[in-house]
């Protein structure tokens, strides 16, 4: 099976402009989670999606947002980016029937000039 | 609040000794805990979890980690270290029913031969 696929790999925005991050789970898992890593920060949860539900939600300001499609894919969006949202955003899949563990993407790498 | 604490920012061992990565964890009711491993310019990678059983789990790559619930803590452990294992090592909790995980600031493992 292929892995938990996230697009585009690296990106370069300026202060401002939005952003879409795309994430395409391991093939059967429903369950999507985000996280964004930074130096300063570590690793902290953004949204948990299934079934195209939002279940839960980290701490973060409005401007991030997400969405679940009906075959699993997930996007994330950010708007009016800030410097401070540079980062190494995560996308993580769960098969929620069978397994307790999260597989995770490489991660698209996003940089606000 | 759960939390999980890594207390080293880096541990240096020499290729063929034991090494010790830890984590001390704060939770309400039975915890969940992982250990995930992250190579430069990767995602996560899952190496072993504890959700209830042995307090010794064997996970990937020839690691284990002890749970003990008096000292509240899940260190990471391997007999015999490789220079591949260097990485960044993460120990996380899970919020229950979530796929919400606390993660821990992180500890950069340094194997030189």
């Known amino acids: 099976k292929a892995g938990v696929t996230q697009t585009p790999r690296y990106l370069i925005k300026t202060r401002g402009q939005q952003v879409t991050l795309s994430c395409s789970p391991i093939s059967g898992h429903r369950s999507v989670s985000w996280y964004q890593q930074t130096p300063g920060q570590g690793l902290q949860f953004l949204f948990e999606y299934f079934s195209e539900t939002q279940r839960n939600k980290g701490n973060f300001p409005g401007r991030f947002s997400g969405r679940q499609f009906s075959n699993s894919r997930s996007e994330m969006n950010v708007s009016t980016l800030e410097l401070g949202d540079s980062a190494l955003y995560l996308c993580a899949s769960r098969d929620s029937s069978t397994n307790e563990k999260l597989f995770f993407g490489s991660g698209t790498q996003l940089s606000v000039l | 609040a759960q939390s999980v604490a890594q207390p080293e920012d880096q541990v240096n061992v020499a290729e063929g000794n034991p090494l010790t990565v830890k984590c001390t964890y704060s939770?309400?009711?039975?915890?969940?805990l992982f250990w995930y491993v992250q190579y430069p310019n990767r995602g996560l990678q899952f190496l072993l979890k504890y959700i209830t059983g042995d307090n010794l789990v064997k996970g990937s790559y020839g690691f284990e980690a002890e749970f003990n619930k008096s000292q509240t803590s899940f260190h990471l452990k391997k007999p015999s270290a490789l220079v591949s294992d260097s990485a960044l090592y993460f120990c996380?909790?899970?919020?229950?029913?979530?796929?919400?995980?606390?993660f821990g600031t992180g500890t950069r493992l340094q194997v030189f031969p």
């Open positions: 996380a909790v899970r919020e229950g029913g979530t796929d919400k995980l606390i």
């Open positions: 939770v309400s009711g039975n915890p969940y």
